[in-house]
């Protein structure tokens, strides 16, 4: 069943690597990756236990989360009916990323979980296949060419916004094209500190005693332990990317306006639909 685009503005909220954040309702499992049988293969036993966790799941985030995902919205539709700034757009990116957060902590325990039961063989299986996942984000994005990295955020930017808005005009183009030559690469330092990032959890995975806890005081330090280039990059990036949705919603034509809040009344109403439906 259709959700969110991840609490709809999320979509627009894509910093310089072009990632869109989108699931789809009752499939929230995508937070632990194994399940999916990408990562690591989990017998019947594994799978039984953590659909019953993941049914818990769901039934908090319909009977908590949802509501707030409407009070989002209408937050949104309302600072519509005024100039956009910056500012707005922020504030919708942490409303945004405070929901994502509260969906990650309900699932760490459940990742705990799983983690505890699973063989040495299939942890290996799973460490694994993020380095595989590593070297192919390295190969897809680091080979580009500056001007195919501005080509790209361009490109992420128009679909995204053209999503909500439908087709761009010509001011709206220049406006994108404008501020994606004005952002700081930033893939590589992206890149860097998730490899790095990686060889913790790989050592942390080793499943000594007192991991679970050690892997959450790693998870709280691990914006502190970025390195100053790359917080003063994604700073950069994101200030130039607020203002850039800012003026191309403040530019959209009456018919953008119309299917815009429409979007928005469809986002609602699906909410309400999936609230009413309960268990």
């Not at 769901?58 to 908590?64: D, N, T, V």
């Not at 030559?181 to 000594?208: G, S, V």
Request: proline share 1%.
């Amino acid at each position: 069943m259709k959700l969110l685009r991840i609490l709809v503005l999320a979509s627009f909220l894509a910093v310089a690597a072009g990632c869109s954040n989108s699931f789809v309702y009752n499939q929230l499992d995508w937070l632990i990756p194994w399940y999916l049988g990408d990562y690591v293969d989990l017998d019947r036993t594994q799978q039984r236990a953590f659909k019953d966790q993941l049914r818990e799941l769901l039934r908090w985030h319909r009977s908590e989360e949802l509501a707030r995902y409407i009070e989002l919205l209408d937050g949104i539709e309302a600072d519509l009916d005024q100039a956009l700034g910056a500012e707005q757009v922020e504030g919708w990116a942490n409303d945004a990323l405070a929901a994502y957060q509260r969906i990650e902590d309900r699932m760490l325990p459940i990742a705990f979980d799983i983690g505890r039961d699973l063989s040495d063989e299939q942890m290996a299986e799973f460490i694994a296949r993020l380095e595989r996942d590593q070297r192919e984000l390295e190969e897809k994005y680091l080979e580009r060419s500056d001007e195919e990295y501005v080509e790209d955020t361009v490109e992420s930017l128009s679909e995204n916004l053209g999503d909500f808005l439908g087709r761009l005009s010509e001011q709206q183009r220049t406006v994108i094209n404008e501020a994606a030559a004005q952002l700081e690469r930033f893939d590589a330092a992206w890149l860097d500190e998730r490899r790095q990032w990686m060889a913790t959890l790989t050592r942390l995975l080793q499943r000594e005693p007192g991991w679970e806890e050690a892997i959450m005081t790693a998870l709280a330090e691990r914006d502190a332990n970025r390195t100053e280039s790359y917080r003063t990059s994604y700073a950069h990036n994101a200030v130039i990317i607020n203002q850039t949705i800012a003026d191309v919603l403040n530019l959209r034509s009456e018919k953008q306006d119309q299917r815009l809040r429409g979007e928005l009344q469809d986002l609602r109403r699906d909410l309400r639909k999936l609230i009413a439906q309960g268990d």
